[in-house]
């Protein structure tokens, strides 16, 4: 298993357009959750899922944001009408429910312009 | 708001041990004591994690005080690859005993090591 792979790296795009982050969790982890952490700042959490179903979403997940885990394996994560302030690092984590200790991956960084 | 008080930074001298206090003074009975590490442009890493009782693993070694209002995440050889953001977090278990997922990170500890 490689661990957790998040796709793209890294996304530059325009104010206004929508643009998509995939997470790829361990395979045999039913929790995935996404963070957003900006320049300077520890990652502040956005939504978790356990299997298929969204279970916790923060208040920092505006109705622009959406968020998806269809078949309970990976995780993709709109954001529609981009703006500046999205500028952040997305990160994707997943876990064992039941056992401590979360597997992040090593981001999606997008710069809005 | 973070949970959890730790020092903004802190400077230590390869193969030394290291000493990474973390206050968390409202703790309730359920709260985990998570440790995670992030190294620039990577994801945070998990390092260890306790409840009551001081844990070991590979990485580092959990001391928690015995009121549980304190903790010290402990590297017993500093090396340059250890120079990170250290991360002290409370997990929350819901009443149901499953975890809620939510992580509260604060700014954490940046641990610089000098060769």
């Known amino acids: 298993d490689t661990g957790v792979s998040q796709d793209p790296r890294h996304k530059i795009t325009k104010r206004g357009q929508n643009v998509t982050f995939r997470c790829d969790p361990i395979s045999e982890h039913n929790r995935l959750y996404w963070y957003r952490q900006t320049l300077g700042q520890g990652p502040e959490f956005l939504t978790y899922f356990q299997n298929e179903a969204q279970l916790e979403k923060s208040r920092l997940l505006s109705d622009r944001f959406s968020a998806e885990r269809p078949k309970g394996s990976f995780s993709t994560l709109e954001i529609q009408r981009t703006e500046q302030g999205d500028s952040a690092m997305y990160l994707c984590a997943s876990s064992l429910e039941g056992v401590g200790g979360y597997t992040f991956g090593s981001g999606t960084r997008l710069t809005v312009v | 708001d973070a949970k959890t008080t730790q020092p903004n930074s802190m400077e230590s001298n390869e193969e030394e041990p290291v000493h990474l206090p973390c206050n968390h003074s409202?703790?309730?009975?359920?709260?985990?004591i998570h440790w995670y590490r992030q190294l620039p442009s990577q994801g945070p890493e998990y390092v260890i994690h306790g409840l009551t009782s001081n844990v070991n693993n590979r990485m580092a070694s959990l001391a928690i005080a015995e009121d549980r209002k304190s903790s010290t995440l402990i590297l017993h050889r500093a090396t340059l690859r250890d120079a990170a953001v250290y991360y002290c977090i409370l997990e929350s278990l819901a009443d149901y005993g499953g975890s809620q997922g939510n992580l509260i990170f604060g700014k954490g500890t940046k641990l610089s090591v000098k060769p």
């Open positions: 409202t703790i309730s009975g359920t709260d985990y």
